[in-house]
């Protein structure tokens, strides 16, 4: 029975960071268990956006550090990070939003993120494809960018498989774990492994069942999102193209080789159930929604698409990541929904947590489980920078 010091059931990008940030840290022997492929859950169907411009201290600081060490992986692995830095505007239709993205500026500010306030008109002469008279100003990153998804999995898995003592078990479904005296015994296909302590990194499709595994209660939910891609402009349409996201309307786009990837979730979908990563593509939502971003977009009127997906992206119900250790030697990471921005520094944190005790730098209530089953004060921070999830 092969015994570890760590046991990280799920193999996607959070489960891989922190297999590989426990190792940068020398600790110990590390098992990482994925049901199938590592990245082959909602990481390798993300649309890879790594933004720094969160909804709160937490996202910014998380989105800033998630950025660095995908870069340094790169260089780590003497490989491409799969980062293309591109520039990012988030941008404001209405006032109200205008005056919540100002005080937003701050907080990133303050998180030491470089963020600033862009009016339209010199929105329009930094980049006027967009029509900036649908806008009442835009927030803007000049250093957020994208990683490529299938370059983010490659190389997180790559990291791992090169660090010395972790193990990595694919096609190893985790079935049941049970706790005795001072360790877990986590069941699975391809029989039992003995651990000091378990991390519940399941992502969509595994966090909420692997936390029930030991009466941990966990609110992950899952939920459509969905993506199209366009191959290219039509002439004399290419540019430089940054990354835009309108959040009130619930979607964003960004380069795509040579044509734009772009996301979009619809409000009124609720928490999918099915256990499914593939769900059905919603087409009349992407007809319903098309003039609005061909009105903000021009370059993207009428182009054909070369492909379309949906997957179930996951969700907590403020926005924000649960890192914590609800029960002596069970950890829980989930990325709320921003897990390719987050999913390096969310290793790091809780790689954090399990050797040194502490998450560092980070409120907890905007990070701890408890704070679901706390009465609800109005001022508590969610992060109001990002997609129209469900409301429960
Ligand atoms: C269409 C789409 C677009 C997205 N775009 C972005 C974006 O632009 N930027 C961004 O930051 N985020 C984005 N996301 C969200 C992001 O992909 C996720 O937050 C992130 O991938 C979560 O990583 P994870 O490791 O928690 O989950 P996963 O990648 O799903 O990994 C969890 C793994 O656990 C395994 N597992 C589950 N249960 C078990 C078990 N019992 N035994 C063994 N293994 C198990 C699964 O097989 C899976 O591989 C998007 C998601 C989707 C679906």
Request: aromatic fraction near 10%; hydrophobic fraction near 40%.
């Amino acid at each position: 029975m092969p015994v570890y010091d760590v046991v990280i059931v799920g193999g996607g990008n959070l489960g891989l960071w922190t297999a590989y940030r426990l190792a940068r840290r020398g600790f110990g022997r590390v098992a990482v268990l994925e049901r199938g492929w590592a990245g082959g859950g909602a990481t390798s169907r993300s649309a890879g956006v790594v933004r720094q411009q969160g909804g709160s201290e937490t996202a910014a600081k998380l989105g800033k550090l998630g950025r660095r060490l995908y870069l340094e992986l790169g260089d780590e692995l003497g490989l491409d990070s799969g980062f293309i830095e591109t520039g990012y505007y988030i941008v404001a239709e209405t006032e109200e939003e205008r005056e919540g993205f100002l005080r937003l500026v701050e907080v990133r500010r303050a998180a030491g993120v470089e963020n600033e306030w862009i009016e339209p008109e010199e929105g329009k002469r930094r980049f006027p494809g967009l029509n900036w008279d649908r806008f009442v100003g835009a927030t803007y990153t000049s250093d957020d960018g994208y990683v490529h998804p299938p370059i983010a999995a490659r190389n997180a898995t790559f990291a791992v498989r090169l660090s010395e003592g972790v193990d990595l078990f694919e096609m190893c479904e985790v079935l049941g774990i049970e706790r005795s005296d001072d360790r877990y015994s986590v069941r699975t296909v391809r029989g039992v492994f003995e651990a000091e302590r378990v991390v519940d990194a399941g992502g969509p499709r595994g966090a909420a069942e692997v936390g029930a595994m030991v009466g941990v209660e966990v609110p992950v939910m899952a939920v459509r999102h969905q993506v199209v891609s366009f191959p290219g402009f039509p002439e004399g349409g290419e540019h430089q193209l940054p990354l835009v996201f309108n959040v009130g309307k619930g979607y964003y786009w960004r380069p795509e080789e040579e044509g734009v990837l772009l996301g979009m979730s619809n409000p009124v979908d609720e928490a999918d159930e099915s256990g499914r990563y593939q769900i059905g593509f919603d087409w009349a939502f992407y007809e319903e929604m098309r003039p609005d971003w061909e009105g903000a977009f021009p370059a993207l009127e009428g182009l054909p698409v070369s492909k379309a997906w949906a997957a179930s992206i996951d969700y907590t119900p403020d926005h924000l990541p649960i890192i914590d250790e609800p029960m002596e030697g069970f950890y829980v990471l989930a990325a709320g929904g921003h897990g390719m921005m987050w999913g390096p520094a969310l290793g790091e944190k809780l790689a954090g947590l399990i050797v040194e005790g502490e998450v560092e730098d980070l409120p907890k209530d905007e990070i701890d489980l408890g704070r679901f089953g706390r009465e609800r004060d109005p001022s508590t921070p969610q992060d109001t920078i990002a997609l129209p999830f469900p409301k429960k």
